[in-house]
């Protein structure tokens, strides 16, 4: 088991930047494969980037690549999502989730998800 809790979020002007980060318990992490996932209103829950479980292989989206990294540190039990660039169409809820194999970019592989940050981006 592993509880992921989310923070970091708020609001930006298009154009800004914000880092969320989501902080991990138990000793496991770095045997994880991390996640960041989107919802906005009326839509549905959409990939974001992946990271494996050691940092050496990345994934993304093709709506953020170029403008979102993330990284993590496994000493810290903690994974970043570096957002810049912000554009209003980012505004959603933002969802780390964990899963104990490959990096996937499908919701429904993850195992384990925080409750979520609010990112909120006004033109």
């Known amino acids: 088991q592993v509880q992921l809790v989310e923070s970091g979020g708020g609001l930006v002007q298009a154009g800004g930047s914000l880092r969320l980060s989501c902080a991990a318990s138990?000793?496991?992490?770095?045997?994880?494969?991390m996640g960041w996932f989107r919802q906005a209103p009326g839509k549905e829950r959409e990939f974001v980037a992946a990271?494996?479980?050691?940092?050496?292989?990345?994934s993304y989206a093709d709506s953020v690549k170029g403008r979102f990294t993330i990284s993590r540190t496994n000493a810290k039990n903690t994974v970043y999502l570096q957002m810049n660039s912000l554009k209003p169409e980012d505004t959603a809820v933002y969802y780390c989730?964990?899963?104990?194999?490959?990096?996937?970019?499908?919701?429904?592989?993850?195992?384990?998800w925080g409750q979520g940050t609010q990112v909120t981006v006004s033109s």
């Open positions: 990271i494996n479980w050691s940092g050496g292989s990345t």
């Open positions: 138990g000793r496991t992490f770095s045997s994880y494969a």
């Open positions: 989730a964990a899963r104990t194999r490959t990096v996937r970019e499908v919701a429904g592989a993850y195992d384990f």
